[in-house]
């Protein structure tokens, strides 16, 4: 679409001059018009404004869909979260409970204050090694014997 060119200072606009380049910008915008009504003929005859409306609703409604399903299943995972919580805590108590009756019920161990083996050890560690003793003594004596 042509422009019209700006008028010169040194040119002197008569109304002949301003009734042409009136009479231009009104063909202009009649070209401008027609363009777009046959553009908006072309989009509507093929379709495609409505197949982009078709896809935005569906969009939409697939984004419906998806929000709700997130929604349900985040409802799940705290539901889920809230009832292992309260089985934990209910176990830790069970424990604790079991484990104040265990302590009650049970007899206190007897804790040797001596250090080392107890008596019936060493007595038998000395009587055993006694007996090694007496054996390398009797197989000394049958040695000289012979």
Partial sequence: ?????????????????????????????????????????????????????????????????TTVEIRDAARDVNKTVADTTDIVRETAEVAQDTAQVVAKELPKPRISRRKGRTGAVKRRTTKARRQVKLKAAKKERKGRRS
């Fill in 1 to 65: 679409m042509p422009r019209s060119r700006p008028v010169k200072a040194n040119e002197m606009l008569t109304a002949e001059k301003a009734a042409e380049a009136v009479k231009e910008t009104a063909r202009s915008v009649r070209e401008a018009a027609s363009a777009a009504r046959d553009i908006v003929k072309v989009f509507r005859e093929s379709g495609a404004v409505e197949e982009i409306a078709n896809a935005a609703r569906e969009a939409a409604i697939a984004a419906r869909d």
